[in-house]
């Protein structure tokens, strides 16, 4: 059976007076009911791209979108406006960043989810008010009767984005894309609301998406991750596989920069060097190269192509080092030692003795 | 909130107080024609300019004067009487005022029925055909002075003088109460004038405004609730994006009410705005300190009436 949402070689591009924007370059997952995947990439990395092309919000800002985003066997991408806008909020909902701005300032939180659920039922106002306090109150608020004739200025932070969720659930939609939903959150808070999503999809039985920059966002909640890198997957597996044994110098660098409280570190932090690079100019061969310890001459001529970790069961990843040069690499990370003291493992010398590793891989043409 | 109206008018009735200062002050200070001598007319003698000097008490002290003016508004309501037609000020005003308020509320009307919808449709096909014709055409009746559109018209479309004369009336002023079929007739131009140059303000504000609301973060939550776009734009859009133009607004209807002097002398309207022209033409200070009075007033109604429409329209904004 084929999955819920399966969003097969998807690209999406914005024609700017720059250039062509490239924010969706060729990604590729799906989930499944009762199942999280984590999207995680840094800002403008096209992981929201991504996700709002899904509910077809990209098409007003003039998006060109290729390939297939299968909705119960349904692509997406070439249904009608109408026929789309009739799933959105309806069967696949999303909850936002910051809900303070997410929220129409001017109109009460109760008159907002009545307006979500009487999008898509033809219900009476009395009865959307009540299943809106219901709901409400499904999400962890107190008082909820009182509170859905508050306005969302009246509402904490964490309030707020409880109740996106519950405008998100209005309609019992099977897919829920959550767009950092925790990152304008106090650390506090964003437990309570990860533990909600969590709760709640154990109730309800929905797919969940959570889209992040924060590698520990997902850890316990994602059944699987996507690390996504200049608008396309670098790597991709289960949460176990990507926090055991990664595979791309790109997740290394996720890992290695978050402080961790259960392992014993003399070493700082190890931030990522760089910038993303632009989604306009984007570097020739593999696009990490410019900010990767590890890059060979080669990586900056050949592009990789996402493919199977040797061993490993659904771990995908995008990388032309070598796979035992990877091991020992992380191995090397894992025990304190810098990237810099690691980059002998990656040279050049130990390419030629071992096997070549641009096979199946596209050369640049220039 | 009471307590803050409360506490606005009465900085308004401070304000107007002021206002009255100044205007005593820049009439006594600046020079002008002697108001006893332009009433009494060519070859009067000496005496009777002093009589009529007395008369209108401007042979008292510049300090008395004010005392017995101001004492005379603000404890009995009374604005003085005309040095020129020796009518009372309130008289003069509530003769003028209706065909200023005709005035204001047609151009006021029409010039939203414009200025909204194109402002809308301006702003959400932003950057194509017709929102660049919207705007260059706006830009073209912003940058046309009223005077001169005003004449230009006349040139056209004056039922006397007029090339192409369709509108009877169109130069001659008639109250409603006359004949309203002509009221209409002769302020259809006026209204047009006026409402041109602020469709087009109006216009622009809403688009720029509408632009900027359009890409805030709880117009992307409506479209993903699955709302119509149509939908999206009013209810969630428009809600939002009006509230500046509400604030211009009640300001311009509040200065237009004080007389839009231009319009008024240009077609020749007996308004407000006309009243005043005359009155300073012919150094009639209490007229010209009435009608400044009123337009003070206006201003300063208007803007309290912006601050509680304000606290209405944006539930975040609460006086306190």
Redesign the interface.
């Known amino acids: 059976m084929s999955p819920l949402l399966d969003v097969k070689d998807l690209r999406v591009t914005f024609e700017t007076e720059d250039g062509v924007v490239h924010a969706v370059d060729g990604i590729s997952y799906s989930v499944d009911t009762g199942r999280t995947l984590g999207i995680v990439g840094e800002s403008g990395s096209g992981k929201s791209v991504s996700s709002?092309t899904t509910?077809g919000?990209t098409r007003?800002e003039g998006a060109k979108v290729s390939g297939e985003i299968l909705f119960d066997g349904n692509d997406l991408v070439a249904m009608s406006?109408d026929e789309l806008?009739?799933?959105?909020?309806?069967q696949i909902?999303?909850i936002?960043q910051?809900p303070l701005?997410?929220?129409?300032?001017?109109y009460k939180v109760g008159w907002q989810l009545v307006?979500?659920i009487r999008?898509?039922r033809s219900v009476s106002g009395k009865a959307a008010h009540s299943r809106a306090v219901e709901l409400l109150d499904l999400v962890g608020i107190p008082d909820a009767n009182r509170r859905a004739n508050q306005?969302p200025?009246e509402f904490s932070g964490g309030m707020r984005q409880r109740a996106?969720i519950a405008?998100a659930l209005a309609n019992e939609p099977k897919v829920l894309i959550a767009d950092e939903p925790t990152t304008a959150l106090d650390v506090t808070v964003q437990a309570q609301i990860l533990a909600l999503l969590d709760d709640l999809q154990q109730r309800l039985g929905m797919a969940i998406i959570i889209i992040t920059h924060d590698l520990g966002v997902v850890a316990e909640t994602a059944d699987e991750i996507a690390v996504i890198y200049a608008g396309r997957i670098v790597e991709h597996g289960s949460t176990a596989q990507i926090f055991k044994s990664p595979q791309h110098p790109y997740t290394w660098g996720l890992l290695t920069s978050i402080p961790r409280l259960d392992i014993q570190r003399d070493e700082e932090l190890v931030p990522i060097a760089g910038r993303p690079p632009s989604l306009i100019h984007r570097p020739a061969g593999c696009f990490f190269n410019p900010r990767c310890p590890y890059a060979r001459d080669e990586m900056r001529r050949i592009d990789p192509r996402l493919e199977p970790v040797a061993g490993e069961s659904d771990h995908q990843v995008a990388c032309l080092l070598e796979p035992e040069v990877r091991t020992r690499i992380w191995k090397g990370l894992q025990e304190g030692q810098s990237p810099a003291s690691l980059r002998t493992l990656a040279s050049p010398l130990r390419t030629q003795a071992s096997a070549p590793a641009a096979q199946g891989a596209n050369e640049v043409s220039e | 909130m009471t307590t803050y109206i409360l506490r606005r008018v009465l900085w308004g009735i401070v304000l107007l107080f002021l206002v009255c200062l100044l205007t005593f002050i820049l009439f006594n200070v600046l020079p002008s024609a002697d108001p006893a001598q332009l009433r009494a007319g060519r070859n009067a003698s000496p005496a009777i300019i002093a009589h009529i000097r007395h008369e209108l008490g401007l042979d008292k002290s510049v300090l008395e004067q004010f005392w017995v003016y101001i004492t005379n508004i603000f404890l009995h309501f009374n604005f003085g009487y005309s040095f020129y037609s020796g009518q009372s000020v309130i008289s003069l005003i509530g003769d003028r005022l209706p065909a200023t308020l005709s005035l204001t509320v047609g151009a006021v009307i029409l010039w939203l029925l414009l200025g909204i919808p194109i402002g809308i449709i301006s702003a959400v096909r932003r950057r194509t055909f017709v929102d660049r014709t919207a705007m260059g055409s706006a830009l073209f009746f912003v940058s046309m002075p009223i005077y001169w559109l005003g004449l230009i018209v006349l040139f056209l479309f004056a039922s006397d003088i007029g090339k192409f004369p369709i509108l009877p009336g169109a130069n001659s002023y008639v109250g409603i109460t006359t004949d309203a079929g002509k009221w209409f007739t002769s302020l259809l131009l006026p209204w047009f004038v006026l409402a041109a140059t602020q469709a087009a303000i109006y216009s622009r504000l809403l688009r720029g405004s509408l632009i900027e609301t359009m890409s805030?973060?709880?117009i992307?939550?409506?479209?993903?609730?699955?709302?119509?776009?149509r939908r999206v734009v009013w209810?969630?859009g428009v809600?939002?994006a009006v509230t500046p133009v509400i604030t211009v607004l009640a300001l311009d209807i509040g200065a237009l009410l004080g007389g839009a002097v231009l319009t008024e002398t240009v077609f020749d309207i007996p308004g407000i705005g006309r009243l005043n022209y005359d009155a300073i033409i012919h150094s009639d200070f209490p007229v010209v300190q009435g009608t400044v009075l009123l337009a003070a007033m206006f201003i300063i109604v208007a803007n309290i009436v912006v601050d509680i429409a304000y606290a209405y329209?944006?539930?975040?904004v609460r006086y306190s």
């Open positions: 709002l509910l919000l007003t406006d806008r009739s799933i959105r909020g309806n909902a999303m936002f910051d701005s997410s929220l129409h300032p001017f307006e979500a999008a898509h306005y200025h996106m405008m | 805030e973060d709880y992307r939550t409506a479209r993903a609730k699955g709302l119509p776009e209810k969630h809600r939002a329209l944006d539930p975040r």
